[in-house]
C-alpha cells in the first residue's frame, strides 16, 4: 500500500483521506473564526486580491474546489451575476454544508457538490475559471488534481491556487514560533482542538514551495504560471493559464 504524508507523519494514503476528514469535521463550525484569529484577519486581504486577479466578468463560470464555508463562492457570484455559474464544492460534508447553509441564509442559491478534486464530475473545458484557496495542501495527490482542474477548464481559462508558501527566509523563525507555539493554542482556546491545528502548520511545511508549484502546474499542462508571493511569502497565489 502506497503512503504519503499527514503533517509530518507518514501514513497509508487511504487513511490520510479519513484524517483529514477528522480535521476539517472538527472545525467547520469554527472555521471562520479561527482563519480571523491565525491569520489576524489578513486571509480576507489575501481573498480579496485573488478576487481582484480572478478579475471575472458578467456570465462566466466558476468552479470554487474547497470551497468549505463559500466566501470566496459568494464573491465569484457577485461578480459573474444572475447569466453566469459559480460552483461551490469540497471533499468534506461538514465544510460543505456549512458553506451552503450560510450561503443559503444570504440568498445566494449556488450549485452545491460534494466531490473530490482528483477526480472531477464536469465535461472537459467547463469553466472559466478554477480556483482552489487553502485547499490544495491537504489533497494526496496534488498533481492528479491540478490535471483535473486544467481538463475541466476552457482554453485560455485559469486556474487560481491561492495557499499558505514559503515565507522569506528573515521570517522563517519567528513564523515557525507562531506556528507550532501559538496556533495549536488558540486551536485549543477557541475551537478545543489543539491536534488540527498543529496539523494544519505541519501540512504547510510539507506543501510545495512556490518554484515547486509552478512546475507542477507547468507538468498539469497550464502553459504559462505567475506566482504573486503575498505577505513576504506566507501565502502565494499561483495563476495558470490553460493553453
Excluded at 453566469?84 to 450549485?111: F, K, Q
Excluded at 489543539?194 to 504547510?204: G, N, T
Aim: aromatic share 8%; charged share 25%.
Amino acid at each position: 500500500m502506497s503512503s504519503t504524508h499527514f503533517g509530518f507523519e507518514t501514513v497509508d494514503e487511504q487513511d490520510k483521506a479519513r484524517r483529514v476528514r477528522g480535521v476539517f469535521d472538527s472545525v467547520a463550525s469554527r472555521y471562520d473564526l479561527m482563519n480571523d484569529l491565525m491569520s489576524m484577519g489578513m486571509h480576507r486581504a489575501w481573498k480579496a486580491y485573488t478576487l481582484a486577479v480572478a478579475n471575472l466578468k458578467p456570465g462566466q463560470r466558476v468552479l470554487d474546489i474547497a470551497g468549505g464555508t463559500g466566501d470566496m463562492a459568494r464573491a465569484f457570484a457577485r461578480k459573474v451575476g444572475p447569466t453566469g455559474m459559480v460552483v461551490h464544492t469540497d471533499i468534506n460534508e461538514a465544510m460543505l454544508s456549512t458553506g451552503r447553509d450560510r450561503l443559503l441564509d444570504e440568498g445566494l442559491v449556488l450549485p452545491t457538490n460534494l466531490c473530490d478534486a482528483e477526480a472531477l464530475p464536469y465535461k472537459d473545458g467547463s469553466f472559466d475559471l478554477v480556483c482552489v484557496a487553502f485547499g490544495l495542501r491537504n489533497m494526496t495527490h496534488k498533481d492528479r488534481a491540478l490535471a483535473e482542474m486544467q481538463r475541466v477548464l476552457k482554453p485560455g481559462g485559469r486556474l487560481l491556487v491561492l495557499e499558505f508558501s514559503r515565507v522569506a527566509e528573515p521570517l522563517k523563525k519567528p513564523y515557525d514560533w507562531y506556528s507550532f507555539n501559538i496556533l495549536p493554542k488558540l486551536g485549543q482556546l477557541f475551537a478545543g482542538d489543539a491536534d488540527s491545528y498543529r496539523y494544519l502548520a505541519e501540512s504547510i511545511r510539507m506543501h510545495p514551495s512556490q518554484p515547486e508549484l509552478k512546475a507542477m502546474m507547468k507538468t498539469a499542462g497550464f502553459g504559462h504560471v505567475d506566482v504573486h508571493n503575498l505577505s513576504a511569502g506566507i501565502v502565494a497565489l499561483h495563476v495558470g493559464i490553460r493553453c
